[in-house]
Nanobody, 123 residues
Framework: VQLVESGGGLVQAGDSLRLSCAAS????????MGWFRQAPGKEREIVAA????????YYSDSVKGRFTISRDSAKNTVYLQMNALKPEDAAVYYC?????????????????WGQGTQVTVSA
């Protein structure tokens, strides 16, 4: 199982970025997916998660209304659209997946992790 993130970069506050996570999973449609992030000196935290059907999603309070998680089962890809970025959004963003139908908010519940992609937001 391999998850490969892309789309990170350096942006200014207020800009947008879209992260992508390509999954080498034959049963991608049976995986709940999530995005976590970790800033220097801080613990890894949930950003957003989506059920395997795509019908349910979870967002942390800090990103609700600005970020959108989505998935394309035809492409085995999950996305994180990030709008109105703030300096406090800067972190390494990790894609994760688990063969479970429903949204999961806890990092320990996921077995599959990508290597991460850096997002830097300048003020």
């Amino acid at each position: 199982v391999q998850l490969v993130e892309s789309g990170g970069g350096l942006v200014q506050a207020g800009d947008s970025l879209r992260l992508s996570c390509a999954a080498s999973l034959r049963t991608f449609s049976h995986y709940a997916m999530g995005w976590f992030r970790q800033a220097p000196g801080k613990e890894r935290e949930i950003v957003a998660a989506i059920s395997w059907s795509g019908s349910n999603a979870y967002y942390s309070d800090s990103v609700k209304g600005r970020f959108t998680i989505s998935r394309d089962s035809a492409k085995n890809t999950v996305y994180l659209q990030m709008n109105a970025l703030k300096p406090e959004d800067a972190a390494v963003y990790y894609c994760t997946g688990q063969d479970y139908p429903e949204v999961m908010e806890v990092a320990g519940e996921y077995d599959c992790w990508g290597q991460g992609t850096q997002v830097t937001v300048s003020a």
